[in-house]
Nanobody, 125 residues
Framework: QVQLVESGGGLVQTGGSLRLSCVTS????????MGWFRQAPGKEREFVAG????????YYRDSVKGRFTISRDNAKNTLYLQMNSLKPEDTAVYYC??????????????????WGQGTQVTVSE
């Protein structure tokens, strides 16, 4: 089974920063594009950022562009999300997952599978 473990979440004030990590035991990690998603209470899970297998291309939802940076270290089987200038609306549980389907767009939840347990990010006013 594929296992993914997210970490690095916490409580920060508006304008603060956090760096999330996602570690996998999957031996083929370097073969997959990866994505970060988030889910706030009462809302649907939404795409945050994506990165191709080599790290050559990155993609972001409009609301985080210029504030978040997705990256990966394939030698360490680790995905990262650097979050700066955090806002209360960023509060959510953040998940990572590999893209395992190519039937739609990169920002569609259905393109990904094998979600981790998530890590809570809370941004106070």
């Amino acid at each position: 089974q594929v296992q993914l473990v997210e970490s690095g979440g916490g409580l920060v004030q508006t304008g603060g920063s956090l760096r999330l990590s996602c570690v996998t035991s999957e031996h083929a990690f370097s073969s997959y594009s990866m994505g970060w998603f988030r889910q706030a209470p009462g809302k649907e899970r939404e795409f945050v950022a994506g990165i191709t297998s080599s790290g050559g291309s990155t993609y972001y939802r409009d609301s985080v562009k210029g504030r978040f940076t997705i990256s990966r270290d394939n030698a360490k089987n680790t995905l990262y999300l650097q979050m700066n200038s955090l806002k209360p609306e960023d509060t959510a549980v953040y998940y990572c997952a590999p893209r395992v389907y190519y039937n739609g767009r990169y920002d569609q939840e259905g393109e990904y599978d094998y979600w981790g347990q998530g890590t809570q990010v809370t941004v106070s006013e």
